[in-house]
């Protein structure tokens, strides 16, 4: 078989193998109807959120496949080859049809915007009685099938038939998405990109976290999917920003968003985002106003979200509306500015030469790899209780302007005594019980890793040591568990007492973080970013913490 293309392309053609399995099919019959369905298409007129969605789901894997899927030996699984035929009743004058295939659908009510990220597939228009869309698609992955016609107000019955080599079920979306927001129970909030708060998007800047960021309370609902459209809108400038806001599921691990015998603390801002947890983001664009829809299942509890409203680039001005609408009442309210909920600092390196020593323990050379000292000074009005609601998080960021740089990265925290903390000597040794957090090597654009302070008691003593490992007949405390201050001109290892302690007001912690690539000879620049809760509230809050951060030479 041989492709011929008389029009220059990129790449070469590709060829999709199909599939020796027979192909089951499933089909769905709609209509566009003049000046009630027939919007026309997307993203060419407004009115395409018109037009009949089908929702497509497609089934589980054969068993046997399961299996060869699972010893195939290529990294990825194989996807399935999905053919989606719309076809249209023959009539004098053909309408021209094309259809979309879209990604992250509505369940519960047809979809009223798209991400263009989610557009897995998509055909043409043309004047046919039939037009096919193939796409790969995941099992068990639900899809959403948009079958317009070019222009709107083209009426026309048509049918949609979808061939898979799994089970698949498509029916149509009747439920008006528009119809079941409750315009009354709209909340507006008003904000601005200016100073810290101007951080720039997720992924592509660390600094995402300044950006301003929104709690949303989802009440329990055990009848139905909560239905949310949130709107941005910027004030009108001679040139827009490129804008756009992400929704993510939030768990407060730490435990700072409950009551507590004196009220509610303020919530806290999220300073790291699990995709899986995303339930909802809008492209950047240079526009006005940009829109998403998502649905937030809370049938066991109230759900809580939280939203980050950004610029694409960081160090951008501007003021902004944010809107909420939702089938049921939800509450949306601003989080605190960053340098508000948090004492940071920030200090910038690079893997490079000798310093890319590689990933500890696989690579005896890692400790050449950068080092920096981070200490956290307590105030003088910290009490106990303020101070065990406390969390250092830590952010190792690599730069992502080439595609072909990005590395596999990983970060240690390793907790010192004020006694090595003020040799600055470099840490050549590690013990497991010194480690008070690591991350996974991951090639990713950052990695994160939280120190609970809730889990380390308060003492006189002015150091950290790691926690003693749980009794086990099965190990003990290495020999060198008790290391002493290291004499001149000698290399510091971290402490490896295994009592544990914090200082009290008016103290300091003491952490080393240890920045590394999985493999040695990686080069690439990076930013490290340190951020502690500062506990309390109200204006006691500057005085609990600083932090500072120095590069250990």
């Avoid at 827009?240 to 919530?267: F, V």
Wanted: glycine share 6%; aromatic share 6%.
């Amino acid at each position: 078989l041989s492709i011929a293309c008389a029009t220059p392309t990129p790449s070469p053609p590709r060829l999709l193998p199909l599939p020796a399995a027979p192909y089951v099919s499933a089909s769905a019959s709609s209509e566009w109807v003049e000046g009630v369905s027939a919007g026309g298409c997307y993203p060419n007129h407004a009115t395409w959120v018109d037009n009949p969605q089908l929702l497509l789901t497609v089934g589980k894997r054969p068993r046997e496949s399961m299996i060869k899927s699972l010893m195939h030996r290529a990294r990825r699984r194989p996807k399935l080859l999905c053919f989606v035929v719309l076809s249209q009743k023959p009539r004098p004058k053909l309408n021209a049809i094309g259809l979309y295939v879209i990604a992250n659908p509505l369940t519960s009510a047809k979809r009223l915007d798209v991400n263009p990220g989610d557009v897995i597939g998509k055909v043409g228009f043309m004047r046919a009685l039939e037009t096919v869309c193939v796409v790969e698609v995941e099992p068990e992955q639900r899809l959403t099938i948009l079958p317009t016609t070019f222009e709107p107000g083209c009426a026309g019955e048509f049918t949609v038939t979808v061939y898979c080599s799994v089970p698949v079920r498509i029916e149509e979306v009747k439920v008006d998405a528009r119809k079941s927001l409750v315009q009354d129970l709209s909340v507006v909030r008003s904000g601005e990109w200016s100073g810290a708060s101007r951080g720039g998007c997720y992924p592509n800047f660390w600094t995402w976290r300044h950006s301003p960021q929104f709690e949303i309370r989802v009440p329990q609902s055990k009848s139905a999917p909560v239905l949310l459209r949130l709107s941005l809108k910027q004030q009108a400038k001679a040139q827009l920003a490129g804008i756009g806001l992400l929704t993510a599921r939030w768990e407060d691990k730490a435990g700072n968003d409950k009551d507590d015998d004196e009220g509610k603390q303020e919530p806290q801002r999220m300073l790291e985002i699990v995709p899986p947890n995303i339930v909802g983001k809008s492209p950047f664009m240079k526009k006005d106003e940009v829109v998403t829809s998502f649905e937030v299942h809370a049938d066991q509890t109230p759900c809580v979200l939280r939203t980050v409203v950004s610029t694409f680039s960081p160090n951008v001005d501007g003021r902004f509306t944010l809107r909420l609408d939702a089938s049921t009442r939800c509450s949306m309210a601003a989080l605190p500015p960053i340098d508000r909920a948090f004492a940071t600092a920030h200090a910038a390196g690079a893997w490079q030469g000798d310093a890319a020593g590689g990933c500890y323990p696989n690579n005896d050379t890692w400790h050449r790899s950068p080092q920096f000292l981070v200490t956290v000074q307590l105030g003088e009005e910290c009490d106990a209780s303020a101070s065990v609601q406390r969390r250092l998080t830590v952010v190792l960021a690599q730069k992502t302007s080439a595609p072909d740089r990005i590395r596999a990265i990983g970060l240690y925290v390793v907790g010192l005594t004020s006694t090595v903390a003020k040799a600055g000597k470099r840490v050549t040794r590690i013990f497991p019980r010194t480690v008070l957090g690591k991350s996974k090597f991951a090639r990713t654009s950052e990695v994160v890793v939280h120190v609970d302070f809730s889990q380390l008691p308060l003492s006189d003593a002015s150091s950290i040591r790691p926690p003693p490992p749980p009794p086990s007949s099965s190990s003990s405390s290495p020999s060198s568990s008790s290391s002493s201050p290291a004499s001149a001109g000698s290399r510091v290892r971290a402490s490896t007492s295994p009592s544990l302690s914090i200082v009290r007001p008016g103290g300091a912690l003491h952490f080393a973080l240890l920045p590394m690539t999985f493999k040695p000879g990686e080069e690439n620049e990076f930013d490290v970013a340190v951020y502690v809760d500062r506990g309390g509230d109200g204006d006691k809050r500057r005085a609990l913490a600083s932090v500072s951060i120095a590069r250990i030479e």
